[in-house]
């Protein structure tokens, strides 16, 4: 464990340095997301002007849930994004044979061969409108409230990492897995707004199916006092339960593996 | 003898240039409609995500609409037709030239096709135009879901079809130009994803893709009616749901051919200048 976290600190290390070899494509990269988000929030912004609150949540705590879902996405981006690319970028091309030559863990290795600077971007507007509408909130950021905040971005960006390796595994099936990991996290959109506006088959659908309403329906819900009993702390479990389903059916599919005989 | 050989001669030639040119561009279109219409999984898969987007917004405005009877003017379902038209049209203005002169750039095809006996402006254009129509026919199951699920209503009036046909057309000449301007940057920096993006964000916002604009506030109108993206998304649509009259086309006509106008005679004097700078490195 301790020799992986030392590989992972050295392959960051690394990729930050290449980053910032290009200084202004990387901080071009960075803006551009920021932007992105801007304008999304602006939407919400002119929405939310015309009325007073969306089923009785106000801007700011709309804001709330659309900084955490950013943040966890962010996250999760920044690290795990090369699980999107396993099927076109190393199994079709023959490159996951690369990995299984190395003597670390072929899943961390696919894992740490990408750093997703851009998405810095990202979570630095994450960050932004949590603070932004928690100081309009009023929320007093305790010690505890603070760890919980930390908790929750770690449990989000884990649960998103969850359905990307999931879906990722299908590539030692049907080659190509970026479309149907693309779908299933596609339902990031309906976790951006309080998921109580959604029918019951969605929301059920949101939690225990593809739970990205962990990510943040739940910790906004706990953070604004608002009463969400034990599912604020449920998200933990839940990401842990998908790293799991992941990891065993990571196991089940490099067994099926068999390079590309080219 | 002379005399009749040369008098085809002397009246063939400008026919045969019409055809030749017809021949080749037809040519030229119908590739890019093919490989558009190839990849049908991904085809399929699109589907599938913007169908998911559609019925996030739907639930919203829904949400949105609770309890009041209209929002800046406009009713709940003509702001639900309106939006479900306009996350369906997104797609288009979110494909940008400066991806594909980027890698143009990077792998020397742009020698290639300035050396093409064709226009390449007018190349390029076809190859959107009928990337355009295909993503339209492409389109309609997504429209016939949303009528099902959501109640989308579409007008019966043929003239409105019209009118909303010809200024989606301008729309997309429009943005084509400022597309094409915009993606001489690409001769200048050669990096172009942060550009890309930074094109898209500004689109999702001043378009009118995700919020119809006479929601906003009126220097936010301002802002995105001096930007040419709302020319594809907002201004069509409008003409389709009924927020802009139909007896206002002609003005909404004349406002885009001005616009095309411009950019048109921009992007060449721009591309014209920035083409200079170019240096294929290989490929």
Same mark, same amino acid.
């Given at each position: 464990?301790?020799?992986?976290?030392?590989?992972?600190?050295?392959?960051?290390?690394?990729?930050?340095? $290449?980053?910032?070899?290009?200084?202004?494509?990387?901080?071009?990269?960075?803006?551009?997301? *920021?932007?992105?988000?801007?304008?999304?929030?602006?939407?919400?912004?002119?929405?939310? =002007?015309?009325?007073?609150?969306?089923?009785?949540?106000? *801007?700011?705590? &709309?804001?709330?849930?659309?900084?955490? &879902?950013?943040?966890?996405?962010?996250?999760?981006? @920044?690290?795990?994004?090369?699980?999107?690319?396993?099927?076109?970028?190393?199994?079709?091309?023959?490159?996951?044979?690369?990995?299984? %030559?190395?003597?670390?863990?072929?899943?961390?290795?696919?894992?740490?061969?990408?750093?997703?600077?851009?998405?810095?971007?990202?979570?630095?507007?994450?960050?932004?409108?949590?603070?932004?509408?928690?100081?309009?909130?009023?929320?007093?950021?305790?010690?505890?409230?603070?760890?919980?905040?930390?908790?929750?971005?770690?449990?989000?960006?884990?649960?998103?990492?969850?359905?990307?390796?999931?879906?990722? &595994?299908?590539?030692?099936?049907? @080659?190509?897995?970026?479309?149907?990991?693309?779908?299933?996290?596609?339902?990031?959109?309906?976790?951006?707004?309080?998921?109580?506006?959604?029918?019951?088959?969605?929301?059920?659908?949101? $939690?225990?199916?593809?739970?990205?309403?962990?990510?943040?329906?739940?910790?906004?819900?706990?953070?604004?006092?608002?009463?969400?009993?034990?599912?604020?702390?449920?998200?933990? &479990?839940?990401?842990?339960?998908?790293?799991?389903?992941?990891?065993?059916?990571?196991?089940?599919?490099?067994?099926?593996?068999?390079?590309?005989?080219? | 003898?002379?005399?009749?050989?040369?008098?085809?001669?002397?009246?063939?030639? %400008?026919?045969?240039?019409?055809?030749?040119?017809?021949?080749?561009?037809?040519?030229?279109?119908?590739?890019?409609?093919?490989?558009?219409?190839?990849?049908?999984?991904?085809?399929?898969?699109?589907?599938?995500?913007?169908? %998911?987007?559609?019925?996030?917004?739907?639930?919203?405005?829904?949400?949105?609409?609770?309890?009041?009877?209209?929002?800046?003017?406009?009713?709940?379902?003509?702001?639900?037709?309106?939006?479900?038209?306009?996350?369906?049209?997104? /797609?288009?203005?979110?494909?940008?030239?400066? !991806?594909?002169?980027?890698?143009?750039?990077?792998?020397?095809?742009?020698?290639?096709?300035?050396? =093409?006996? !064709?226009?390449?402006?007018?190349? @390029?254009?076809?190859?959107?135009?009928?990337?355009?129509?295909?993503?339209?026919?492409?389109?309609?199951?997504?429209?016939?879901?949303?009528?099902?699920?959501?109640?989308?209503?579409?007008?019966?009036? /043929? %003239?409105?079809?019209?009118?909303?046909?010809?200024?989606?057309?301008?729309?997309?000449?429009?943005?084509?130009?400022?597309?094409?301007?915009?993606?001489?940057?690409?001769?200048?920096?050669?990096?172009?994803?942060?550009?890309?993006?930074?094109?898209?964000?500004?689109? =999702?916002?001043?378009?009118?893709?995700?919020?119809?604009?006479?929601?906003?506030?009126?220097?936010?109108?301002?802002?995105?009616?001096?930007?040419?993206?709302?020319?594809?998304?907002?201004? /069509?649509?409008?003409?389709?749901?009924?927020?802009?009259?139909?007896?206002?086309?002609?003005? !909404?006509?004349?406002?885009?051919?001005?616009?095309? @106008?411009?950019?048109?005679?921009?992007?060449?004097?721009?591309?014209?200048?920035?083409?200079?700078?170019?240096?294929?490195?290989?490929?």
């Amino acid at each position: 464990m301790w020799r992986y976290l030392k590989l992972f600190y050295w392959f960051t290390l690394l990729h930050l340095k $290449t980053s910032l070899e290009y200084r202004a494509d990387f901080f071009l990269g960075v803006f551009s997301l *920021f932007c992105i988000e801007g304008s999304a929030v602006t939407v919400v912004w002119v929405i939310m =002007r015309q009325i007073s609150n969306l089923n009785g949540w106000n *801007f700011n705590e &709309v804001l709330l849930i659309q900084g955490l &879902v950013f943040m966890a996405f962010a996250l999760s981006a @920044i690290f795990t994004n090369n699980l999107w690319s396993i099927g076109n970028g190393y199994i079709r091309t023959g490159g996951f044979d690369r990995l299984l %030559l190395r003597p670390i863990d072929p899943l961390f290795h696919l894992v740490v061969d990408r750093f997703e600077k851009n998405n810095i971007g990202n979570l630095l507007a994450g960050a932004v409108l949590v603070g932004i509408s928690s100081s309009a909130l009023g929320i007093a950021w305790t010690p505890f409230k603070l760890f919980y905040l930390g908790l929750s971005v770690l449990t989000g960006a884990t649960i998103f990492t969850g359905t990307y390796l999931i879906t990722a &595994v299908t590539a030692f099936w049907i @080659i190509n897995s970026h479309p149907l990991t693309f779908v299933v996290f596609k339902n990031v959109e309906f976790v951006k707004y309080p998921i109580d506006i959604y029918p019951s088959v969605i929301r059920s659908m949101l $939690t225990w199916v593809i739970p990205y309403a962990f990510v943040s329906f739940y910790p906004a819900s706990y953070i604004l006092g608002r009463d969400s009993g034990l599912m604020a702390w449920m998200g933990v &479990v839940v990401a842990a339960v998908l790293l799991f389903i992941g990891r065993r059916l990571w196991f089940i599919g490099l067994r099926r593996y068999a390079s590309t005989g080219s | 003898m002379n005399e009749v050989i040369a008098r085809p001669r002397t009246e063939v030639p %400008l026919i045969r240039i019409i055809r030749r040119a017809v021949v080749a561009y037809a040519a030229l279109a119908s590739i890019s409609l093919k490989s558009a219409l190839a990849y049908v999984t991904a085809n399929w898969l699109e589907f599938g995500l913007q169908f %998911l987007w559609m019925a996030a917004f739907v639930y919203f405005w829904r949400a949105v609409y609770a309890g009041r009877p209209t929002i800046a003017g406009l009713e709940l379902h003509q702001t639900l037709d309106y939006i479900i038209l306009s996350t369906t049209f997104m /797609p288009l203005v979110e494909r940008f030239l400066i !991806v594909e002169f980027g890698w143009m750039l990077r792998e020397g095809q742009l020698a290639i096709e300035l050396l =093409r006996p !064709v226009d390449f402006q007018i190349n @390029i254009y076809l190859g959107q135009l009928t990337g355009l129509l295909s993503s339209l026919l492409q389109k309609v199951p997504l429209l016939l879901f949303a009528w099902f699920f959501f109640g989308l209503r579409l007008p019966s009036n /043929p %003239l409105i079809w019209l009118a909303f046909a010809v200024s989606l057309l301008l729309g997309h000449a429009i943005m084509f130009c400022f597309g094409w301007t915009f993606a001489c940057l690409a001769f200048y920096t050669t990096e172009t994803w942060g550009l890309y993006k930074l094109q898209v964000g500004l689109a =999702r916002l001043t378009s009118g893709a995700m919020v119809p604009l006479t929601m906003m506030p009126g220097w936010l109108q301002t802002v995105c009616q001096s930007l040419p993206f709302a020319q594809v998304i907002f201004v /069509p649509i409008a003409l389709l749901t009924g927020i802009t009259p139909l007896s206002q086309t002609p003005q !909404v006509w004349a406002v885009q051919v001005l616009w095309l @106008i411009g950019l048109l005679g921009f992007s060449r004097l721009i591309f014209h200048l920035a083409i200079r700078k170019v240096t294929i490195q290989g490929g």
